[in-house]
Nanobody, 125 residues
Framework: QVWLVESGGGLVQAGGSLRLSCTAS????????MGWFRQAPGKEREFVAT????????DYATFVKGRFTISRDNAKNTVYLQVNSLRPEDTAVYYC??????????????????WGQGTQVTVSS
């Protein structure tokens, strides 16, 4: 079992930035690829970014377009998502997740086994 707790969300004006954090407890954090997803009201949960166990491999959704950066600190059991140049359409609940063992860098919801409770990001125009 892995427990994940996100933080760092909030209300920000368009063009602003936030740094989302997700701290893990339970099993060995460094054994899991990690991902960030988001879900806006009335929409399905969508992939944002993923990072490999050692932090070398990364993948992003197309809409990120260089605005977001995923990173991790295995010594702190934490994965981060730096979100810059925010737009109103980025408004959503952002979730971190730990990938299923052996899946690798998955971009789909089923590829992840453990989920946090989410942190709200609201971008005003």
């Amino acid at each position: 079992q892995v427990w994940l707790v996100e933080s760092g969300g909030g209300l920000v004006q368009a063009g602003g930035s936030l740094r989302l954090s997700c701290t893990a407890s339970g099993r060995t954090f460094s054994a899991y690829a990690m991902g960030w997803f988001r879900q806006a009201p009335g929409k399905e949960r969508e992939f944002v970014a993923t990072i490999s166990q050692n932090g070398v491999g990364r993948d992003y959704a197309t809409f990120v377009k260089g605005r977001f950066t995923i990173s991790r600190d295995n010594a702190k059991n934490t994965v981060y998502l730096q979100v810059n140049s925010l737009r109103p359409e980025d408004t959503a609940v952002y979730y971190c997740a730990a990938a299923r063992q052996g899946v690798g860098l998955s971009v789909t919801v089923p590829g992840y086994e453990y989920w946090g409770q989410g942190t709200q990001v609201t971008v005003s125009s």
